[in-house]
Every structure is written in structure tokens, then in C-alpha cells.
């Protein structure tokens, strides 16, 4: 099992940038994902890459705003994210596909879960 830590949440203002890290314990050889949980809602989808980098998807809520990119020298999958909004707070996951290619939003055909890491955005 692979271990995914994410990092770089923080508080910031409508508007702000910021860049998410999600860093795997090993090699991955897989696609990538990063959902989002906001207090009293479910865990959504918000963007996925496939294990080359050539195929993303994102949300409808992100589409332009933010960017999922990935450093497969280092284990690493980024989230830019720019533009932030208040409906963008929530608790960003990293998540490991069990397949080379998927990047759909089916939070089922992601095995490997990170811990997590908060995002708040004030008005």
C-alpha cells in the first residue's frame, strides 16, 4: 500500500492562489485524483491526471481555475489552485486510481487515500 501525504493548505482570501502537494510514499503507477469534503457535505470529485500526465479532468467548479500536475521523479501530484473562492473551503484528498489511466470522479476506483489537508477561504 502506498502511503499519499498532502500539504500546503492554509487560509486565504477570496481570490488567492495556492498549491497543493501530495507526495507518495513510493512509485505510484498510476492515475491521481483530488477530491474535496466541505463541513456537511459529501466527498466530490475535483480534478484527476493519468499516469503520464497527458489526460486530466476537473469539476464544472474548478474548470479554469485550478490545474493537476504531476512530478513523477519525485512521487509527487500538484494542485494549483487560483482564483479561490469560499465554496472552495473543505478538506482536499489525494487519492491513488487502481488503473494507469482513469480520471474519472468515481470515488470507488481510487484505492489509496491521504489524510488530508485543510483549505479555507474567507470573503
Known amino acids: 500500500q502506498v502511503q499519499l501525504v498532502e500539504s500546503g493548505g492554509g487560509l486565504v482570501q477570496a481570490g488567492d492562489s495556492l498549491r497543493l502537494s501530495c507526495t507518495a510514499s513510493g512509485r505510484t503507477f498510476s492515475s491521481m485524483g483530488w477530491f474535496r469534503q466541505a463541513p456537511g457535505k459529501e466527498r466530490e470529485f475535483v480534478a484527476a491526471?493519468?499516469?503520464?500526465?497527458?489526460?486530466?479532468n476537473y469539476a464544472d467548479s474548478v474548470k479554469g481555475r485550478f490545474t493537476i500536475s504531476r512530478d513523477n521523479a519525485k512521487n509527487t501530484v500538484y494542485l494549483q489552485m487560483n482564483s479561490l473562492k469560499p465554496e472552495d473551503t473543505a478538506i482536499y484528498y489525494c487519492?491513488?486510481?487502481?488503473?494507469?489511466?482513469?480520471?474519472?470522479?468515481?470515488?470507488?476506483?481510487?484505492?489509496?487515500w491521504g489524510q488530508g489537508t485543510q483549505v479555507t477561504v474567507s470573503s
Open positions: 487519492a491513488r486510481s487502481q488503473s494507469f489511466y482513469y480520471t474519472g470522479a468515481n470515488a470507488n476506483e481510487y484505492r489509496d
Open positions: 491526471i493519468s499516469l503520464g500526465g497527458g489526460t486530466t
